[in-house]
């Protein structure tokens, strides 16, 4: 089983930035495909972005396309979302996943086997 934490999240204003990390351990982090998601209060959780093991393909929601960056060390185990421009709706408590299929970015919770606990990130209007 693989350990997933979170780190990154906090209050920042519209059109502000944020780095959310995700730091893996305990198998090998290049196995695994990596993803974003997020979960708004009432709402459910929803996809955000997803990374393959090379980092050579990427996927995004159209909520977040052209303001998200996905990207991933795989010598320091850990998968980063760059947040630029962000908007009140992208409040949420923001949750990384690893995919035990590393050839695909894949897009849907039910392809991701480990999740994190979660980091808040909260944009104020």
């Known amino acids: 089983q693989v350990q997933l934490a979170e780190s990154g999240g906090g209050l920042v204003q519209a059109g502000g930035s944020l780095r959310l990390s995700c730091v893996v351990s305990?198998?090998?982090?290049?196995?695994?495909?990596m993803g974003w998601f997020r979960q708004a209060p009432g709402k459910e959780r929803e996809f955000v972005a997803a990374?393959?093991?090379?980092?050579?393909?990427?996927e995004y929601s159209d909520s977040v396309k052209g303001r998200f960056t996905i990207s991933r060390d795989n010598a320091k185990n850990t998968v980063y979302l760059q947040m630029n421009s962000l908007k009140p709706e992208d409040t949420a408590v923001y949750y990384c996943?690893?995919?035990?299929?590393?050839?695909?970015?894949?897009?849907?919770?039910?392809?991701?086997?480990?999740w994190g606990q979660g980091t808040q990130v909260t944009v104020s209007s």
């Open positions: 996943a690893a995919d035990r299929i590393p050839l695909r970015a894949a897009v849907t919770r039910r392809q991701y086997d480990d």
């Open positions: 990374i393959k093991w090379s980092g050579g393909s990427t």
């Open positions: 305990g198998r090998t982090f290049s196995r695994y495909g």
